[in-house]
């Protein structure tokens, strides 16, 4: 089983739209999730960082933490094209130095 | 400020030959770490480093040789390149790890041909 999985992809939305990327991961023990944003030929920027169970906004950005089913989610709300990118979901073990991400999943807003 | 910097951006190699690729950050973070990225494919770690000279393997080091003189640097060593290490390579640091992200140079783009 891999340590981090993603929904896979790719994912279209008509623009206006909510957008869910689903990410599940393996240690029962991980700590901190972050996801990031990669647009094509470009290197991954952090959008969001989540640590704690529930829900974290940040603008259009909404993530969802749940430890005990182990699952960790990003809603992108009103989708603009300027969304269309790929998307990593992190996660980093307890007492572990490195993050481990997942393979993406790509984005495309329909305008 | 100037955050991750990466050189070169773009290079061409001959399978067999040899190069270094830079890594450089100004924001005294101790945690850095080298991945490569495949087209269409997740980021898989080469090396990562703890602080001035601690290193540690990752889940693809064959091929690479990597050391951190100072906190501030962090080159990857190429030996006897291949067209199996064409790809894209990421530098990233972080202070500490888990409580804090890891911020990613813009990458350099290697082939080999």
């Known amino acids: 089983q891999k340590e981090v999985e993603q929904n896979s992809g790719p994912l279209s939305v008509p623009e206006g739209a909510i957008a869910s990327l689903n990410c599940t991961y393996s240690?029962?023990?991980?700590?901190?999730f972050f996801w990031y944003r990669q647009y094509s030929g470009k290197s991954p920027e952090l959008i969001m960082s989540?640590?704690?169970?529930g829900d974290k906004e940040d603008g259009r950005f909404t993530a969802q933490l749940n430890k005990a089913s182990q699952y960790v989610s990003l809603l992108i709300r009103d989708s603009q094209p300027s969304d269309s990118a790929t998307y990593l979901c992190?996660?980093?073990?307890?007492?572990?130095?490195?993050?481990?991400f997942g393979a993406g999943t790509t984005v495309t807003v329909r305008a | 400020n100037a955050g991750v910097t990466q050189t070169p951006k773009f290079r061409i190699l001959k399978i067999g030959q040899s190069m270094t690729l830079q890594c450089a950050q100004d924001?005294?973070?101790?945690?850095m770490y080298w991945y490569r990225q495949d087209p269409g494919m997740g980021l898989k770690l080469i090396y990562y480093?703890?602080?001035?000279?601690?290193?540690d393997k990752g889940e693809v080091p064959n091929g690479y040789n990597v050391s951190r003189s100072t906190t501030e640097d962090f080159p990857l060593r190429l030996e006897l390149a291949a067209p199996s290490q064409t790809s894209v390579y990421f530098c990233?640091?972080?202070?500490?790890?888990?409580?804090?992200?890891?911020?990613f140079g813009d990458g350099t783009r290697l082939s080999i041909l």
């Open positions: 990233a640091s972080s202070y500490i790890p888990g409580d804090q992200p890891q911020h």
């Open positions: 240690d029962r023990v991980s700590q901190s």
């Open positions: 989540i640590y704690s169970n």
């Open positions: 992190a996660v980093n073990p307890w007492n572990d130095y490195k993050l481990s």
């Open positions: 924001m005294n973070h101790n945690y």
């Open positions: 480093s703890v602080g001035a000279g601690i290193t």
